[in-house]
């Protein structure tokens, strides 16, 4: 009667494994609806020159609502040393991106930075810490994946200290 037991439930449980075990591998391979609809990208910078570093890196991810409107947030880190000069700055952003046809994309960002600056000479030892805040709006041309285009700081002033200029150009790569 053992023997005729185990045989039986070897029966029944191979196709009942070979129907269920499908199905438990197909659903582990669906993804959420939500990051279907996620892009990730950024920015990354990095030069050398006359005595100096500066080098910046800045991910970022975008949620697509549709084929016309996305926003997400994004990360910043950059630093530069020049001779006596160091600058190291971090910070945030918002950006929120639409494109009325598929290659022009137009945008607005919001973007708050901590800047850490020390001047050191000979005679001078000075710390300037500081908070700052730009508001970008631009536009660009898209091509797949990279966007090209220029933003203008609204909330720039000749005493900016951050930015040497209220033009930016950009170059945006999400995947």
Known sequence: MKIFCSRSLKFLLIPILLTVLPKIASAQETTNPFWEKVQFGGGLGISFGNGGFSGTIAPSAIYNFNDYFAM????????????????????????????????????????????NRTIKD????????FWNTALFVGAGYRAGFVTIGLRYN??????????????????RVYF
């Open 154 to 171: 609204v909330l720039y002033n000749d005493r900016d200290r951050v930015y040497a200029t209220a033009w930016n150009p950009f170059v």
């Open 72 to 115: 997400g947030p994004s990360l910043i880190f950059s630093y530069q040393s020049f001779d006596f000069y160091k600058t190291t700055l971090y910070g945030g952003s918002w950006i929120v991106l639409a494109n009325p046809i598929p290659q022009i994309q137009l945008s607005a960002e919001i973007e708050q930075l901590r800047v």
């Open 122 to 129: 000979i005679d001078i030892n000075l710390e300037n810490n």
